[in-house]
């Protein structure tokens, strides 16, 4: 694909130099539509991004679109703080309705904020109030966010390092298959908690993904989280499940966590809650952790009602029968994954792993900067790839759980070229 130049400079001189995304995807983004979105030049890309997550049942689904524009040209809420609102308690009541009473969920449900860190912080500022105790256990290359308190229990040092002050009370456990099946599950971290003289002060709460999106897509076995599980109740910690990217049938089931049989004390969810890209974020939790005062935990844009409607409306088409959508993600996490297997027996010397689950998946090379050349590489071939883990070391593939079969069998051609041609430029 020939690309002109695009004009740059108004980015490069007045936005801040924290911009990232932009620098791999050198184009003036214009228009989207499903799963594909278009530079102002016209230029077509095939989007395996999805808005880090955000974007799950594609660009400007118009249904979706249809709800939202009937909502505005009606002159509904646009803002209302936390105000009961008739947006608001149409959402409620589907969610209700259609996610947790299916799964048998009690939740009660907080709208901490518009982002996924705002729920993070709700559910550890929470999780520490119940239990009267600071310290939060996470994980090894976790990734909960960008405020103080989600970086204190994210792994990256690099992310870590932006803070600029002591990232305090949490402390890192090993995630699943840290030590490649040589050392058993918990052994470590239990052995802390019995031992007076450990150092490690009793947790309020463990901080979990059911696949570390950020970290290098590293899948938890049902197993190691049903432990987890049960060494939370054992030793009277709170169980939250950090369901941001991973929620919102990404994984296959509504909750990540759904497969393992497990029901954490709490979940937060983002992304994807909107359905339409929309700034929106729950903080879910059984009823008798909800001991908050009002007004206790607040903020302005809490309230993003447009969001509402748009989730609502989500629910509502995919989510009504909820067995229909985990089986076509469910379908196409098999395609994908069939497609990886023949670039791994393709290239036995260059990919060390492919791992995923649902339509979340990472391909992990021996030479860590591979994984930017591949991606690079597809973009100049018309697809929007990123890297994922604490090295960038790892290829991610996370297209809308909408894409059609023929649009993902396109994308998986263009990142087995990209592997074969930046294999040759070595």
Avoid at 360 to 383: I, P, S, T, Y
Wanted: glycine letters at 10%; proline letters at 5%.
């Amino acid at each position: 694909m020939t690309i002109t130049q695009p004009d740059l400079s108004v980015f490069e001189t007045v936005e801040s130099e924290v911009r990232s995304y932009c620098r791999s995807w050198p184009a003036v983004f214009d228009r989207a539509q499903g799963s594909r979105m278009y530079d102002e030049d016209g230029h077509a890309y095939l989007d395996f991004f999805a808005g880090a997550g955000s974007l799950n049942y594609g660009h400007n689904n118009p249904v979706l679109k249809r709800a939202l524009i009937d909502y505005l040209e009606r002159d509904g809420v646009t803002h209302g703080l936390d105000m009961s609102t008739s947006a608001k308690r149409a959402f409620l009541e589907s969610f209700q309705e259609l996610v947790l009473r299916p799964r048998d969920l009690p939740y009660k449900v907080m709208f901490p904020g518009p982002t996924g860190t705002n729920a993070v912080e709700a559910a550890l500022k929470l999780a520490r109030k119940v239990k009267g105790r600071e310290a939060i256990v996470s994980f090894t290359n976790a990734f909960h966010g960008m405020s103080l308190g989600s970086l204190a229990v994210t792994g990256n040092a690099f992310k870590r390092a932006g803070a600029g002050v002591p990232l305090v009370h949490g402390t890192p456990m090993p995630f699943d298959n840290y030590f490649e099946g040589t050392v058993p599950d918990f052994l470590w971290f239990e052995r802390l908690l019995e031992d007076q003289g450990s150092g490690l002060n009793k947790p309020a709460a463990v901080i979990v993904e059911t696949v570390q999106g950020e970290g290098g897509i590293n899948v938890a076995r049902p197993e190691w989280l049903r432990a987890l599980a049960d060494l939370c109740v054992r030793q009277d910690m709170l169980l939250i499940v950090d369901d941001i990217q991973m929620g919102c049938g990404r994984t296959g089931a509504f909750f990540s966590f759904e497969e393992a049989g497990v029901v954490p004390d709490i979940v937060t969810l983002s992304k994807s809650i909107s359905g339409y890209g929309l700034p929106m974020s729950l903080c879910l939790f059984r009823p008798e952790l909800d001991i908050w005062e009002p007004g206790e935990h607040n903020g302005t844009f809490r309230g993003n009602n447009p969001a509402f409607v748009t989730a609502a409306a989500t629910l509502e088409t995919y989510w009504s029968d909820g067995s229909a959508m985990e089986k076509q993600t469910r379908a196409r996490g098999e395609q994908v994954e069939e497609a990886l297997i023949s670039i791994t027996e393709e290239n036995p010397d260059d990919v060390r792993e492919y791992r995923g689950r649902g339509l979340v998946w990472g391909m992990e090379f021996h030479e860590k900067a591979r994984a930017g050349r591949v991606a690079q590489r597809a973009f100049e071939l018309g697809l929007l790839i990123e890297t994922s883990g604490p090295e960038s070391e790892v290829v991610k593939l996370l297209p809308a759980l909408t894409i059609t079969p023929e649009e993902l069998d396109e994308g998986l051609r263009i990142v087995a070229r990209a592997v074969r041609e930046t294999a040759e430029t070595v």
